[in-house]
């Protein structure tokens, strides 16, 4: 079955720390990965995506994230922490069974990270 | 600056009445999705609509959950009657016809359902 995981519900990282987020996949044929971030009462923003290409995706506030094919891991990073940077982190895959042939498929999502920056 | 909007923010009802929430995707944007988040079960999707059609609902309970689209600028979700273990935080998210799979998300329906 198509899966995502995120193995950790929280992260706890220190200002200006490199951090971590970690997602890993199971889908069949070559994924499209995706970063979302919620602050709090908020919906949530776009960061980043792997479709192709570069193993090394750059994205939004300084984050990146690193498509890893043979461990099936597109794990999120940020080479130092802000406190500003405190949220719900979300992976996400798009579904490659879809039915539908065009753009905007159906996003299969990961349970969330809660990162906490600690001053 | 496109966004997508959401009204109303917040809802507190009582159970059995009726509950409407509204989306205006962004202009432009085929793709509309409803999820809904809670603490217990995360983010689930509800519906998802492309060029007005929808295209998956299997996500919600039918009998109580009706999901439109009446216009290009505006999707609708229905609860009738509400049930207490509704109460969750409702978004809406569009996608752009171009698109690789981004979603915008609005900033929520807050329902509390007494």
């Known amino acids: 079955a198509q899966s995502v995981a995120q193995p950790e519900d929280q992260v706890n990282v220190a200002e200006g720390n490199p951090l971590t987020v970690k997602c890993t996949y199971s889908v069949s044929g070559n994924p499209y990965l995706f970063w979302y971030v919620q602050y709090p009462n908020r919906g949530l923003q776009f960061l980043l995506k792997y479709i192709t290409g570069d193993n090394l995706v750059k994205g939004s506030y300084g984050f990146e994230a690193e498509f890893n094919k043979s461990q099936t891991s597109f794990h999120l990073k940020k080479p130092s922490a802000l406190v500003s940077d405190s949220a719900l982190y979300f992976c996400?895959?798009?579904?490659?069974?879809?039915?539908?042939?065009?753009?905007?498929?159906?996003?299969?999502w990961g349970a969330g990270t809660k990162l906490i920056i600690k001053p | 600056d496109a966004r997508v909007t959401q009204t109303p923010r917040h809802k507190v009802t009582e159970m059995g009445q009726e509950v409407t929430m509204r989306c205006q995707p962004i202009?432009?944007?085929?793709?509309v999705f409803w999820y809904r988040q809670t603490m217990m079960q995360g983010l689930e999707l509800l519906a998802y609509?492309?060029?007005?059609?929808?295209?998956?609902d299997s996500g919600m309970p039918k009998d109580r959950f009706s999901a439109e689209m009446p216009d290009a600028t505006l999707a609708t979700l229905k609860i009738q009657p509400s049930e207490p273990r509704d109460s969750a935080v409702y978004f809406c998210a569009s996608g752009p016809r171009s698109g690789e799979g981004e979603q915008f998300f609005g900033p929520g329906t807050r329902l509390t359902v007494l």
């Open positions: 996400a895959v798009r579904d490659p069974t879809s039915p539908y042939m065009d753009s905007n498929y159906q996003l299969i």
């Open positions: 609509f492309r060029n007005r059609a929808p295209l998956d």
């Open positions: 202009l432009g944007h085929n793709t």
